[in-house]
């Protein structure tokens, strides 16, 4: 997650959805009295702490702990954030550093806002991916909410990867066919074996889509989250602890988002767990800019009537003008998968987790 991992990601003028998303304005001013500071990569929020990464990939590379400097006010340090760290930064037991400044974000997650805090808060900072994790069986795969969160990735300007797991009890194919027209990525593996000596098959599948990039896993409780990390990072347990070990404080596990690396794939490849994240905050969600993830059908758009909303019962659409114009069944079979997609997913953030319904009803 350097600046340098930023070479993996696909800059090109047709790849649309690699965009300015809200959070991208600058977000600090220049303070030349820090032009000293060290980069550092945030890793984990503990309660007013920061496990920061100095030097991420570097030479220097080094773990340290860290608070945010009076300076920076309510501003909000989410892990994936890049910022710039001053005071003691050696990383030994008992440092602690100032963070002085965050770095420009390339995306913003919210999570969603609820009963407790009315609020669509930023959740994580620069990832390009949002992985969602869904066992195929026990539980029961939940589309309305794998909808919702592809929304989510969409809007905030990443990628969605399907994760499926546990494909030893029921078959991938229904979901494979239901998020191929959407553009999600889709990857399958389950386990084998007695506990203990469990080995996950489709792994190298999970690592090759992983490499390079930073990947927001989400996921309910049960669908095997905790086994596909543990698999990626073998001492993963041991790295979500390290708060604790510099703090001394008691908790053992974080119910903030923490940032962790993936070893094996040859480049600088790191996966944020959201333990705790159940949804994600869709409120401020804009058709046009949804549909922007949507590359052929965003073009088809351009004709549509102005502040169109491009669901099913937007009057000239220019949407369905198109699937109307399809030269033969084949094309026209393709087009209406396509569209349908986009206006699931579309109106999937208008929706609720009750009005959820399996992939094949
Ligand atoms: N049959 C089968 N069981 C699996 C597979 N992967 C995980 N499990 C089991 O599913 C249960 C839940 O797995 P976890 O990895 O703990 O799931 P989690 O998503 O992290 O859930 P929480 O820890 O509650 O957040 C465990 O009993 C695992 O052994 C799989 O591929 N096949
Ligand atoms: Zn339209």
Redesign the pocket.
Known sequence: MSPRSDQGRRYDEGDVRVRPGKGSRPRTKQRPEHADADRALVTGVDRGRYTVLVDPDGPGERRAIAMKARELGRERVVPGDHVDLVGDTSGDVGSLSRIVRIGERRTVLRRTADDTDPVERVIVANADQLVI?TALA?PEPRTRMIDRCVAAAYDAGMDALLAL?????ADPAALVAMYAPVGVRVVV???EGP?GARTVHGLDDVRAALAGRTSVLV??????????VNALVPDARRATGVVNEVTGRGRHTSTSAVALRVPGTGRPTWVIDT?GVRSFGLAHVDPDHLLLAFTDLAEVAQECPRGCTHAGDAPDCALDEWLEDAPGADERAARTARVDSFRRILASRLGTAEQDNSPSS
């Open positions: 994790v026990d797991t546990k494909a030893d009890l593996s389950h386990t506990r996921g309910h409780s049960g669908v095997g989250k905790s086994t596909l333990p």
